[in-house]
Structures are given as C-alpha cells and as structure tokens.
C-alpha cells in the first residue's frame, strides 16, 4: 500500500510541474503521461495520435497516450495521463490528472 501511494504521488509532482510549465509559456498544453517504471524510475511520455496531424484533438492524443501505456504495462508500475481540460460549468480551463497504479487503488 505504501509503495503504491508513494508512486503514485511521486507522479504528480512531475505531472502538474510540467503542465504549470506548459500552461505558463504556451497557455495550453498537448495530453502526455508520466509513468513509474518497473525499476522505480519516473519518465515523461509523449504519443502521436498521427504522425502526419500537427493539431490533433485532445482526445486522439489522450488515446494515444493510453495505447502506448498498454503497450508497455509489462514494464511500468504506475502511470499519469496528463490534459487540458475546460470545467462543464464554468468553462474555466483546469489540468486533469488520471492515476493508475499495476497494484491497484492507493488506500482501500
């Protein structure tokens, strides 16, 4: 369980960091994810939707994102997708950050 909760909050420092950056320099932000590899290490990651689209849609780059998290489970124990996104009811724009860990939820 400690394990668990560590990675996962070790994502976010990097996650929101890097968002904070984004936000800061361009006003937005493409979707990437942030990962736990198997050995402890933390690593950014960035998926195409296309390679030939310069101006994908957010949701084709946050599936890409997804795509390529699955295809490497095998060697990651946690993952963060990263994106843009506008609140429903105030339209205020906010970073949304999925979590998921190989072992499951961080507490019970």
Do not use: K, W
């Not at 984004?22 to 933390?42: C, I, W």
């Not at 997804?66 to 124990?77: Q, S």
């Amino acid at each position: 369980l400690l394990r668990r909760r560590n990675d996962l909050d070790g994502l976010l420092v990097p996650a929101l960091g890097f968002a904070q950056q984004q936000h800061a320099e361009h006003g937005e932000l493409f979707p990437y994810a942030v990962v736990v590899r198997s050995n402890g290490q933390t690593e950014m990651v960035a998926a195409r939707a296309e390679a030939t689209d310069d101006h994908p849609a957010s949701a084709d780059v946050i599936t890409a994102c997804r795509t390529t998290l699955a295809g490497r489970r095998d060697h990651l124990r946690a993952a963060a997708v990263v994106a843009d996104i506008r609140m429903p009811n105030s339209g205020a724009n906010a970073i949304q950050v999925e979590l998921e860990h190989t072992e499951g939820p961080a507490s019970p």
